[in-house]
């Protein structure tokens, strides 16, 4: 059985060579940087499980690393930090990732915190590999646009000629809840309300990060999206009659 991958991204050596050796004793297969550079390339060539990404790097965010993984790969990222910033903690959260520890850390209780994202994200492909076998038409489905299918009671995504397609929780109520709501302009206010996130220009900017990342697994082109769509000062609409229009 092939090893979980874990990528280690810190530009203190002395943490990177302790997580390495700390996550490989614990039986994972790590791969580590001191830099945030062609993190993307080495996600997608490793086939990389799990991210761990420094939120201070030399010359670089790891928090807008963090972003364009999570728009682009559907893995945990547990972010690390030794600056107490309770808006960059939110904003992180809220952009994609998926638990942000604070250093000095206990070696342990991150052990625990992967091992549990690890789980959350793995289980759920064996489930959906379960529905899969079951799910034979639409009424199966409680809601569907297109030929997609949402199950809202599995939170599972389904489609003819992909199967099932990967959603976090919050894209699945995004994606759930403009489904419901077809062909009305929704704000970037209700949309924060409805998932319960802050009234802030960076909760906002958030938002606009999910309806990206939604696009990219609807929508044919997601740059000239079909039911996504921008109204632009107004907000979104998911639209199920009208053709598309660029960001």
Request: include cysteine; charged fraction near 35%; hydrophobic fraction near 40%.
């Given at each position: 059985?092939?090893r979980v991958k ?5 530009d203190?050596?002395?943490i990177?060579?302790?997580?390495k050796n700390f996550?490989?004793e ?6 580590s940087?001191d830099?945030g ?7 997608e060539?490793h ?5 761990i990404?420094?939120l201070k790097?030399s010359g670089?965010n790891?928090l807008?690393?963090s972003?364009?993984v999570?728009?682009?790969f559907?893995i945990?990222?547990?972010m690390?930090s ?16 998926d638990d ?5 850390f206990n ?9 549990s994202?690890?789980?959350r994200?793995?289980q759920p492909q064996k489930?959906r590999?379960?529905a899969?076998?079951s799910m034979?038409g639409?009424?199966?489905a409680?809601l569907?646009f ?5 199950d ?8 003819e000629t992909?199967?099932f ?10 994606l ?7 062909n009305?302009i ?12 802050e009234?802030s220009?960076?909760m906002m900017r958030?938002?606009?990060v999910?309806i990206?990342?939604l ?7 997601p ?9 632009r ?5 998911f639209?199920t ?5 660029d960001e």
């Open positions: 059985m092939s874990i990528l280690v991204v810190d203190d050596k002395d990177l060579d302790f997580l996550l490989q614990n039986e994972f297969e790590v791969y940087q830099h550079e062609n993190v993307l390339t080495l996600i060539e086939k990389i499980d799990l991210l990404i420094d790097l670089m790891g807008d690393i972003k364009d999570a728009l682009n559907d945990p990222i547990i690390i030794g600056v107490n910033d309770d808006i960059e903690k939110i904003v992180g959260l809220e952009s994609g990732l942000f520890i604070d250093k000095p070696p342990r209780l991150l052990l625990a915190r992967i091992r994202r690890l789980r994200s793995l489930e590999l379960k899969k076998e034979t639409k009424h199966h409680d569907s297109g030929d997609f299918l949402l809202s009671k599995r939170c599972t995504l389904y489609r992909e199967g397609i990967e959603l976090t929780n919050t894209e699945f109520r995004l759930e809840f403009f489904v419901k709501n077809a009305k929704i704000s970037r206010q209700d949309l924060s309300d409805e998932l319960g996130l009234s220009s960076y958030s938002i606009d999910l990206l990342r696009r990219r697994k609807i929508e044919l082109i740059s000239k999206p079909k039911y996504l769509q921008t109204r000062n107004r907000g979104y609409m639209s009659v009208l053709e598309g229009e």
